[in-house]
Protein backbone atom coordinates (compact mmCIF):
# COMPACT_ATOMS: atom_id res chain seq x y z
CA UNK A 1 0.00 0.00 0.00
CA UNK A 2 1.43 3.55 -0.97
CA UNK A 3 1.76 6.02 1.60
CA UNK A 4 2.52 9.63 1.87
CA UNK A 5 1.72 11.43 4.95
CA UNK A 6 2.37 15.53 4.64
CA UNK A 7 2.75 16.60 8.34
CA UNK A 8 4.35 20.49 9.83
CA UNK A 9 1.90 22.62 8.27
CA UNK A 10 -0.06 25.04 10.63
CA UNK A 11 -0.91 29.12 11.13
CA UNK A 12 2.30 30.93 10.96
CA UNK A 13 2.88 35.29 10.47
CA UNK A 14 3.94 36.71 7.73
CA UNK A 15 7.57 36.52 7.65
CA UNK A 16 7.56 33.23 9.68
CA UNK A 17 8.97 29.81 8.58
CA UNK A 18 7.38 26.30 8.56
CA UNK A 19 9.11 23.05 7.66
CA UNK A 20 7.23 20.52 5.67
CA UNK A 21 7.89 17.26 6.13
CA UNK A 22 6.68 13.69 3.70
CA UNK A 23 7.04 10.39 4.95
CA UNK A 24 6.31 7.76 2.28
CA UNK A 25 6.06 4.27 2.21
CA UNK A 26 5.19 1.58 -0.08
CA UNK A 27 7.24 2.70 -3.43
CA UNK A 28 10.84 2.44 -4.63
CA UNK A 29 10.98 5.96 -2.98
CA UNK A 30 14.62 6.89 -4.33
CA UNK A 31 13.92 6.18 -8.38
CA UNK A 32 11.02 8.76 -8.05
CA UNK A 33 11.01 12.90 -8.74
CA UNK A 34 9.44 13.91 -5.18
CA UNK A 35 6.84 17.27 -5.49
CA UNK A 36 5.28 19.65 -3.62
CA UNK A 37 2.27 21.25 -4.98
CA UNK A 38 -0.49 23.57 -3.21
CA UNK A 39 -3.79 24.45 -3.63
CA UNK A 40 -5.20 27.59 -2.82
CA UNK A 41 -8.94 28.29 -2.71
CA UNK A 42 -10.17 28.72 -5.86
CA UNK A 43 -7.09 28.08 -7.57
CA UNK A 44 -5.54 25.34 -9.49
CA UNK A 45 -3.20 22.80 -7.94
CA UNK A 46 0.49 24.52 -8.69
CA UNK A 47 3.75 22.78 -8.67
CA UNK A 48 6.10 24.23 -5.95
CA UNK A 49 9.23 22.49 -5.87
CA UNK A 50 10.10 19.14 -6.88
CA UNK A 51 13.69 17.28 -6.85
CA UNK A 52 14.94 14.37 -9.04
CA UNK A 53 16.34 11.21 -7.95
CA UNK A 54 19.50 12.81 -9.06
CA UNK A 55 18.90 15.59 -6.49
CA UNK A 56 18.17 18.32 -9.06
CA UNK A 57 15.57 21.12 -7.67
CA UNK A 58 13.12 22.74 -9.74
CA UNK A 59 10.88 25.74 -8.18
CA UNK A 60 8.34 28.24 -9.05
CA UNK A 61 9.42 31.55 -9.28
CA UNK A 62 6.95 33.01 -6.62
CA UNK A 63 9.01 30.68 -3.89
CA UNK A 64 12.50 30.83 -5.48
CA UNK A 65 15.19 32.29 -2.67
CA UNK A 66 12.55 31.05 0.19
CA UNK A 67 11.77 28.11 0.24
CA UNK A 68 14.33 24.77 -0.20
CA UNK A 69 12.84 21.25 -1.38
CA UNK A 70 15.24 18.31 0.50
CA UNK A 71 15.27 14.21 0.35
CA UNK A 72 16.48 11.36 2.60
CA UNK A 73 16.66 8.55 0.75
CA UNK A 74 17.14 6.65 3.88
CA UNK A 75 14.29 7.86 5.31
CA UNK A 76 11.78 7.37 2.44
CA UNK A 77 11.21 11.62 3.46
CA UNK A 78 11.00 14.85 1.34
CA UNK A 79 10.92 18.22 2.92
CA UNK A 80 10.09 22.06 2.55
CA UNK A 81 11.95 24.34 4.16
CA UNK A 82 9.76 27.58 3.83
CA UNK A 83 11.18 31.24 4.95
CA UNK A 84 9.74 34.76 4.52
CA UNK A 85 6.44 33.27 4.37
CA UNK A 86 3.80 35.26 2.65
CA UNK A 87 0.25 35.75 2.76
CA UNK A 88 -0.02 34.57 -0.77
CA UNK A 89 1.59 31.32 0.37
CA UNK A 90 -0.81 30.40 2.24
CA UNK A 91 -2.67 27.02 0.99
CA UNK A 92 -3.42 23.00 1.19
CA UNK A 93 0.48 21.87 0.47
CA UNK A 94 0.40 18.25 -1.53
CA UNK A 95 2.80 15.90 -1.16
CA UNK A 96 3.90 14.39 -5.17
CA UNK A 97 6.07 10.97 -5.91
CA UNK A 98 6.31 10.54 -9.89
CA UNK A 99 7.57 8.07 -11.88
CA UNK A 100 7.76 8.78 -15.58
CA UNK A 101 9.47 5.25 -15.94
CA UNK A 102 7.36 3.26 -14.48
CA UNK A 103 4.22 5.38 -15.43
CA UNK A 104 3.08 5.63 -11.33
CA UNK A 105 1.80 8.99 -9.99
CA UNK A 106 0.49 9.29 -5.83
CA UNK A 107 -0.38 12.26 -4.04
CA UNK A 108 -0.68 12.78 -0.02
CA UNK A 109 -3.65 14.13 1.53
CA UNK A 110 -2.26 17.14 1.73
CA UNK A 111 -1.38 19.92 4.96
CA UNK A 112 -3.22 23.29 5.52
CA UNK A 113 -0.49 26.20 5.43
CA UNK A 114 -2.07 29.71 6.95
CA UNK A 115 0.13 32.53 7.04
CA UNK A 116 -1.70 35.48 8.62
CA UNK A 117 -1.54 38.02 11.68
Known amino acids: QVQLVESGGGLVEPGGSLKLSCAVS????????MGWYRQAPGRQRVLVAA???????TYADSVKGRFTISRDNGKNAVYLQSDSLKPEDTAVYYC???????????WGQGTQVTVST
Open 51 to 57: IRSSGIT
Open 26 to 33: GIGFSIYT
Open 96 to 106: NADSRVLNRNY
